[in-house]
């Protein structure tokens, strides 16, 4: 007996279609390997019209007054929460994440950024009018930029959607949003949700792999592109858009160093750091998978660090007692595994370090040492459930470690020195410096880095002002 695949669609203009030419992918839940979905494998038809229908309600969308969009995203959060369950499932079969933690620790916060910008929408800010040369007054406008071309990652699905959706949208934009062409069923389901609420055009999914993003950022007309993705991809993007200068907003690749200094609290700097380090799979751009520790309570935390990682649970989606759920696909299973097995003769394996159970991408908890500041795996990116753990002598080589790799969205460190906390968040090259913990959000401040790591933000004003344009309007006040 066969079991019958689910059959996603492009939600272009209002409606559910699927892929003009009839191209399909498979969609495959990472937990068991087994394909569970099909999904539109979009092409340049499917790009203009769902192009074609931002563009058509822009004009409408755009001189909606910001209390109207509040009331929008206000209803999309209630019916998010209203149909949470829903999200979940379909989120945990995207990606194989563990059910409960998905419920508690990714759906409030998603639903709360969604409130947040609601209440954004109106809260434009701009410089006050005033006469600033004589018989003129100048006053600013704060206007939405136009379409925008928005792409997705299979990390974090849903949320990284929202963080796409919802400033924008809020600003009086539209939208053409992919998600990555391994997880479109939650975005697909919010496509669904969202329906009733928005008018035709405002939100458009189209479904598709790195060609159909390609045609995205390439089509003429939308006035920004934003990713979230690889350094890789990010570089594409930002050479494609120069080609007729849109706005580009790019959050990418991280490698947070994790500053741990010998008047820390091992104890509590290793539980937090193995949680941030291992939840998602460490498909984290912020993950807390480089860590610095003081020379002198190394061995000390490395021991302790291994025993946390062997304590760790990967499993199923509905086991209760899992940290994390597999790694997102075959390919992403094979990069962590080739790290490890490139390792130098010089490090160590702690813990973990090969794959768990013949069924689905799952990884071991894994802890490596004795790393050197230019080993492979301490300058690029994992993106799995591998801590690394190198040894400084003093603040300024740990500050040299620390900043010594191209990435520089988040960083952490652990002290009870309130000084030494301010000299090192004041001169780690970061988007981001926790001090005692490591990788709590909130929609309040803003998410982004710098050097590889792309530049704009995500949340709070600042990433609903990337989603707004500046104008100064001047009038003569003789007439």
């Not at 025993?307 to 075959?330: I, R, W």
Request: proline share 5%; charged share 25%.
């Amino acid at each position: 007996m066969t079991t019958e695949l689910r059959r996603l669609r492009n939600y272009i203009g209002g409606e559910f279609k699927d892929a003009a030419d009839g191209r399909t992918t498979e969609v495959v839940n990472p937990a068991t390997g087994d394909v569970y979905a099909t999904a539109p494998l979009s092409g340049q038809g499917d790009v203009d019209a769902a192009m074609a229908a931002a563009a058509a309600a822009f004009p409408g969308w755009r001189d909606t007054t910001p209390s109207e969009r509040q009331k929008a995203l206000l209803k999309i959060a209630d019916a998010f929460e209203a149909r949470a369950d829903e999200l979940v499932a379909a989120e945990s079969e995207n990606t194989g994440k563990p059910l409960g933690l998905t419920a508690s620790e990714e759906l409030p916060p998603m639903v709360d950024q969604i409130r947040f910008f609601a209440g954004a929408a109106r809260l434009l800010e701009g410089r006050s009018a005033g006469e600033y040369m004589d018989g003129m007054t100048s006053i600013i406008r704060r206007e939405p930029v136009g379409v925008c071309a928005q792409v997705a990652p299979w990390n974090y699905p849903m949320m990284m959607a929202v963080w796409k959706f919802a400033p924008a949208i809020a600003a009086g934009n539209t939208v053409v949003l992919k998600p990555s062409d391994t997880t479109p069923a939650s975005t697909v389901l919010m496509a669904e949700i969202i329906d009733s609420i928005l008018p035709k055009g405002v939100f458009n999914v189209v479904c598709g792999d790195r060609e159909t993003g390609k045609a995205m950022v390439e089509h003429s007309t939308p006035a920004m592109a934003s990713i979230t993705g690889s350094v890789r991809a990010g570089m594409q993007v930002a050479e494609s858009a120069s080609k007729d200068v849109k706005r580009v907003h790019l959050e990418l690749g991280g490698k947070a160093p994790v500053v741990v200094f010998e008047d820390a609290d091992i104890a509590k700097a290793v539980e937090d750091i193995a949680v941030a380090g291992y939840f998602n799979a460490g498909q984290d751009c912020t993950a807390a998978t480089r860590v610095l520790v003081h020379e002198s309570i190394h061995d000390e935390f490395v021991s302790a660090l291994a025993k946390a990682a062997a304590d760790t649970k990967t499993g199923q989606p509905d086991d209760e007692d899992v940290l994390y759920g597999p790694l997102n696909n075959p390919n992403q299973l094979k990069q962590v595994a080739g790290f490890i097995e490139r390792l130098p003769a010089h490090a160590k394996v702690e813990a973990g370090g090969h794959q768990v159970g013949e069924k689905g991408y799952f990884y071991a908890p894994t802890v490596v040492s004795g790393l050197k500041q230019d080993d492979e795996i301490i300058q690029n990116e994992v993106f799995g459930p591998v801590i690394t753990v190198q040894s400084f002598t003093d603040e300024a080589q740990a500050l040299e470690y620390a900043n010594g790799v191209e990435f520089a969205l988040a960083s952490s460190v652990w002290t009870k020195d309130h000084g030494r906390a301010m000299r090192m968040s004041k001169n780690l090259d970061f988007g981001c410096v926790w001090i005692n913990t490591h990788i709590p959000l909130v929609a309040e401040m803003p998410h982004g880095g710098f050097k590889k790591s792309g530049y704009g933000k995500d949340l709070s004003a600042y990433g609903f002002e990337d989603y707004t344009r500046i104008k100064h309007v001047m009038t003569s006040l003789d007439g």
